[in-house]
């Protein structure tokens, strides 16, 4: 099979589709796998091969670059040879008529010479298979991607011809898939080199090492920044290490060991810090003095890495002139990631330690049992039938309890003598809601009434609420009213599903309530989801941190959330008619939880 790589432009990013469809025809007619079009071109540093129209090949390394943007591939090449991050290949995708990322990443997993994958995205195209490249990659990819923001995204649509996608879709998928996000081109760059460099750090304990107690501190302030505070070391390795500093340094962490530290200070303490069955990482840094050359203090930190025996990361942080630059791209060619600030090497670590998480949850089993498919595909193979898009609450709870998620009690009554007879198999208080195929927010009409304590109470509120909803939405067609059991209050939280042009059926879970929209407090992930992924979701949100009980209440019950969470998800993935699914309130106690209100939305 041949390869082609085609540079010129004028295609689908541009409008221009059924040109793009063609040139992909012939390729296929062929039997050419086809590279573009609308690229800048390949960069091979293994090969000493440069099939671009870039200056020049990257400063040499173990990084594989795939870049959406022909432009990046060209800056960034220069870039490499100033901030001296060492590159394997620098790949321009561009359209993605035939070769897409999921296609580079492949090959680059399996390349001896890449030891990490960075990627400049816009949007993608096959969410699924993209996924599933990540999951099973045992090296780290690191992704910038673009099109962030709304305007961001129309920009990266129109220049790509692809869909940006919603970027909490985007960012959930990428925890699924093991996949670490960059914000900027220099986060990126600077996490690749520790990532491609360093092993991932294996535990949460960070040890901070330095010669000055202004950088040590903001190292420490990262380092609660990037989620990776520090402690105190054990008193074993406080009493070691004071036997190489002076007197009035400190042992704390950070390990301050002064201006007056030497070469053989840092080697010492780095040898014996990281030997220590407690710390997991150091972070070391270095103030230029006069007393202490850059170079030494580079040669020290290298020789305590290497002494100490032991394959844990180390990342560095000077600060100083002309000759801590030289000290760090020493550094760097010696395989310790360097960098001109604190902040910097703390985010360096925190990216190995992130790594680490990631990596030894990305493959977690969905493991939901008691649901009745069959059943589900029934029902909604008949709504589709009749044409019906809009899945009336009572029919969406008898699906939700297909799928063994509780619900509330509820019944339809069509008219006021029907309502008088349903009521009598509820206790009250009671609530009411409207029954209309034509109306989705019930509350924004005047659809919903609470706490109604009794019988006369109930039909007032109906002919009140049979005005008012003929007055808000004089075209909808009222099919009737539903009772429902009023439930004691708890926790409202939402859990929702969508279809996302790249990945497919995702799922929502945040703080629910009629102000979900103005609070914005949710988190995304692809379905069908796991349970430590939907336990993180709970987690990412400030929903979550109601569930620890508080003033004498008890934890509220996150299991029953985490199982609801997977159900809904898989409800959304295992039947492809379910355009959107609204669980709104699901309210949580501390013995579970119940879809209070249930909208689905069908294709």
Same mark, same amino acid.
Do not use: C, W
């Given at each position: 099979m041949g390869s082609i790589i085609v540079v010129a432009s004028g295609f689908s990013e541009?409008?221009?589709?059924?040109? @793009?469809? /063609?040139?992909?025809?012939s390729a296929k007619k062929y039997n050419v796998r086809m590279l573009g079009p609308n690229v800048v071109g390949l960069l091979s540093n293994p090969m000493r091969m440069n099939a671009s129209f870039a200056p020049f090949l990257p400063y040499a390394g173990k990084i594989g670059m795939v870049s959406q943007s022909g432009a990046m591939i060209i800056a960034l090449d220069a870039k490499t040879w100033v901030d001296r991050i060492g590159m394997s290949y620098l790949v321009s995708i561009g359209n993605m008529a035939d070769l897409d990322f999921s296609d580079i990443l492949t090959y680059l997993v399996n390349d001896e010479d890449t030891s990490c994958i960075t990627l400049y995205v816009e949007g993608i195209k096959n969410g699924r298979r993209f996924l599933d490249v990540g999951r099973n990659s045992n090296k780290p990819i690191v992704m910038l991607k673009a099109g962030k923001s709304k305007h961001g995204s129309v920009a990266a649509s129109s220049h790509t011809g692809s869909l940006a996608g919603s970027d909490k879709i985007y960012d959930g998928a990428m925890k699924q898939a093991g996949i670490l996000r960059a914000d900027t081109i220099d986060d990126l760059f600077d996490m690749s080199l520790a990532l491609s460099l360093q092993p991932t750090m294996k535990g949460p304990n960070l040890l901070i090492i330095t010669n000055g107690g202004g950088i040590g501190v903001l190292a420490t302030d990262a380092s609660e920044m990037y989620g990776i505070p520090i402690d105190t070391p054990s008193d074993e390795l406080r009493h070691k290490l004071a036997a190489f500093m002076p007197s009035f340094a400190s042992t704390k962490n950070p390990i301050d060991m002064s201006a007056m530290a030497t070469g053989n200070t840092y080697q010492d303490v780095i040898t014996n810090a990281l030997q220590d069955p407690g710390v997991d990482g150091v972070v070391v840094l270095y103030c230029e003095v006069s007393n202490l050359d850059p170079q030494v203090a580079a040669k020290s930190i290298l020789k305590g890495k290497i002494e100490s025996g032991v394959d844990k990361p180390v990342c560095v942080g000077m600060v100083g002139g002309e000759a801590t630059e030289r000290a760090i791209e020493w550094l760097q060619k010696n395989e310790i990631p360097s960098y001109t600030s604190p902040e910097k090497a703390? %985010?360096? %670590?925190?990216?190995? /330690?992130? &790594?680490?998480?990631?990596? +030894?949850? /990305?493959k977690a089993a969905t493991d939901v049992k008691g649901i009745r498919r069959d059943d589900v595909d029934a029902i909604l193979r008949e709504k589709v039938s009749s044409g019906n898009r809009l899945v009336s609450e009572i029919e969406s709870k008898k699906i939700f309890s297909l799928y063994g998620i509780h619900v509330n009690s509820s019944e339809l009554a069509t008219n006021e003598e029907e309502l008088k007879n349903v009521a009598r198999n509820f206790q009250f208080p009671v609530v009411l809601k409207i029954q209309s195929k034509d109306i989705s927010h019930?509350?924004?009409?005047?659809?919903?009434?609470? $706490?109604?304590?009794? %019988?006369?109470?109930? %039909?007032?509120?109906? &002919? +009140?609420?049979?005005k008012t909803v003929s007055q808000k939405a004089p075209d909808a067609k009222i099919d009737g009213v539903v009772v429902e059991e009023m439930l004691r209050p708890g926790l409202e939280t939402i859990v929702g599903t969508a279809v996302d042009p790249s990945f497919g059926p995702s799922v929502m879970f945040g703080m629910g309530g009629t102000n979900v929209e103005a609070i914005g407090d949710v988190t995304f992930r692809v379905a069908p989801v796991d349970s430590f992924n939907a336990r993180q979701m709970i987690s990412e949100t400030l929903a979550g941190r109601l569930f620890k009980g508080t003033r004498g209440r008890k934890d509220l019950d996150m299991d029953s959330v985490i199982d609801t969470i997977q159900k809904i998800g898989l409800l959304a993935?295992? &039947?492809? +008619?379910?355009? @959107?699914?609204?669980? $709104?309130?699901?309210?949580?106690? @501390?013995?579970?939880c119940i879809a209070v209100d249930a909208r689905i939305i069908l294709n």
């Open positions: 541009v409008g221009n589709s059924d040109l @793009e469809a /063609r040139l992909l025809d703390v %985010m360096a %670590m925190s990216t190995l /330690r992130k &790594h680490e998480v990631l990596n +030894q949850n /990305r019930k509350f924004d009409v005047g659809g919903v009434i609470l $706490n109604i304590k009794n %019988m006369d109470a109930l %039909m007032d509120s109906y &002919h +009140q609420m049979i993935y295992n &039947h492809p +008619q379910i355009k @959107e699914i609204d669980v $709104n309130p699901l309210t949580v106690y @501390e013995d579970g």
